[in-house]
């Protein structure tokens, strides 16, 4: 049976607040499960990441950055975090995830409420979303 446009619309943003939502909140359990004292000179590195997630998340959203943009984005972080590695000793990078995974929650849990719940969930969402299972 088909479902009047309004609805899906509705479904497209309840799935993209619930998908959104539920992966920050992963992304802070974890960050905070792996956390240990090695990470507390990192607390900064959450502050940065969230802002920087906002910032993305927001570009993406509102159609000023490209889909593929935010994968080389995200690619380019991963082998930043690999050359880290590399350089640093993995001691550092045990560190650095937990306060980054922190800081991704951080930023998109209230971005995602903010414009989804407070505001609606933006066109760009809305059609990434489309009519994906959940």
Known sequence: MARPAEHA??????????????LGALCVAMGLLYASRGALPYWWLTAVTA????ALAWADDHGVVGGWTTVVVVAAFGVAVLALGLVAGPAVVSAVIPAVLAGIGAGIVPYRLYYGVVRPVPSGRVADVGERAL
């Open 9 to 22: 619309a509705m479904d497209a943003e309840r799935k993209a607040v619930v998908v959104d939502v539920g």
């Open 51 to 54: 802002l920087l997630t906002v």
